[in-house]
Each structure stands twice: as structure tokens, then as C-alpha cells.
């Protein structure tokens, strides 16, 4: 049944490597499945049955992962998701579809999603894909809030901002941007940058990594063409220079 407002699903028991997990999902009988199952792998657990009150949630609170239902009332997935990219969060995101065209799978990931998983899947898949997502999520447990320059990195709430406003970043962009900031001065080859920020174990044949450092220059550098921060080691890879 379709429904206005979220519903707050609390974890039986306090963990401390508690994560948070909004669900934004407006057919009722999945859920209630997805947060039951979600719960009992220990995580906490949100839920939203529409696009508003999913956004309104996600920009008021924190959360580590967002599954993220494409078709809503009052707001699509996809707006909710360009809309929280567009704000600077750079929370993981795992859309959900009964499509299964590629162009809408493009447009998913074109808004910022993270990944995409078309109904009907099998629960296996969806916690895999889940823990991924957070795993390559987590803020680091050092400082959260690095400066350089006139840009800011919030790694505990996941914001990025050039002169003071906000910037908007894709979660993977962002996820690169953490690793460059946290091993900042040294050279990052593009197999380790595969491997750490893409989780690849082979690497593919593709330009994955000087696509995704190009776009971090567009929006960091004052002049992409010649960077001040992300710098580019000739025959090696990148070395982030603060």
C-alpha cells in the first residue's frame, strides 16, 4: 500500500559497528521484508514509502547506505537521488527496479547511484551488494574534515565544498577522493586505485580511474588543466598533493 511519511525501525540491540540504512520503498510487503532481513544482519534500519519524505530523511540525518526504489509517489527515485548528489552527500546508493531496460539503468547511475539491482532479486545478492557498498563507504576513523585550498572533505558526513558551497560528488568520486586524502604525498598506481576505491580483483580493460580523476579536477581544481592537488605521476598513476 501506497503511504506519505517514514517509519523509524529501530535494531533490537545496540552495536557498535552499527550501521545505518535508509530504505525508500513504497510496496509495503518488500519492505517490511527488506527491513527484517536488513535488521537481522544488524544493522539499523529507516524506511520511507515515498520520494519526499525519503529525501527529507536522507538530507536530515546520516545514514551509510540508501536503497533506493526508482518508481515512488510524489518523487521519483532517480530525482531523490540527483537531488541529494546536487545537495554534496555522497552516501551510497543502491537503486531498485522492476525495469530492466539499459537505458533506465543509465540514468540511474548517471544521477549518482551507486549501483542497481532490477526486481525480482534474490536477498543474497541485495546484502552482497549492501555490504560492499558500506564497506567502500566507511569515513575513515582519523581526522573526518580535511582542507586544501578553498575545498573541504567532510569524511564523517560524507560532504565536499569549494569556497563554501557545496559540491556535488557521486559516491564513488567521493570514495576516490578519501582514498587520494588519506594517503595523501604518496604514489597511487591505477591497479591499487581499481583494486582499494572499485573493489576490482582483475583489472578491466578501461580508463575507470582517469574518467573519474578527471571529473574530480572539473569540480576541485581551480584550473583542471593544470592541478594543484590531484597530480598525475607519469607512468605510475596519481599522487594527491596537499
Excluded at 57 to 65: G, K
Excluded at 229 to 234: C, D, G, H, R
Aim: net charge positive; glycine share 8%.
Amino acid at each position: 500500500m501506497r503511504g506519505t511519511g517514514a517509519t523509524i525501525f529501530p535494531v533490537a540491540r545496540a552495536m557498535a559497528t552499527e550501521k545505518k540504512i535508509l530504505i525508500v520503498e513504497d510496496e509495503g510487503g518488500l519492505a517490511t521484508t527488506l527491513k527484517d532481513r536488513l535488521r537481522k544482519e544488524g544493522y539499523q534500519v529507516n524506511v520511507a514509502k515515498d520520494g519526499l519524505s525519503g529525501f527529507a530523511l536522507a538530507a536530515a540525518e546520516p545514514f551509510d547506505l540508501i536503497v533506493l526504489d526508482v518508481m515512488l509517489p510524489g518523487q521519483s527515485g532517480l530525482t531523490v537521488c540527483q537531488k541529494l548528489r546536487e545537495r554534496g552527500s555522497s552516501v551510497p546508493i543502491l537503486m531498485l527496479t522492476a525495469r530492466r531496460q539499459l537505458t533506465d539503468k543509465v540514468a540511474g547511475l548517471k544521477t549518482g547511484a551507486d549501483d542497481y539491482l532490477s526486481k525480482p532479486f534474490h536477498m543474497a545478492e541485495l546484502l552482497a551488494r549492501v555490504e560492499a557498498l558500506i564497506r567502500r563507504g566507511q569515513p575513515a576513523t582519523a581526522a573526518s574534515r580535511h582542507q586544501f585550498g578553498t575545498v573541504c572533505v567532510d569524511l564523517r558526513r560524507t560532504e565536499v565544498s569549494r569556497d563554501g558551497r557545496a559540491v556535488a560528488v557521486s559516491a564513488k568520486e567521493f570514495q576516490l577522493l578519501r582514498y587520494f586524502v588519506e594517503h595523501r604525498g604518496a604514489t597511487l598506481s591505477r591497479d591499487e586505485l581499481l583494486r582499494e576505491v572499485w573493489g576490482y580483483d582483475v583489472t578491466p580493460s578501461s580508463r575507470t580511474v582517469d574518467v573519474h580523476v578527471a571529473w574530480l579536477r572539473q569540480k576541485l581544481e581551480k584550473d583542471p588543466r593544470n592541478p594543484q592537488f590531484i597530480l598525475t605521476v607519469v607512468g605510475l598513476g596519481y599522487k594527491f598533493a596537499d
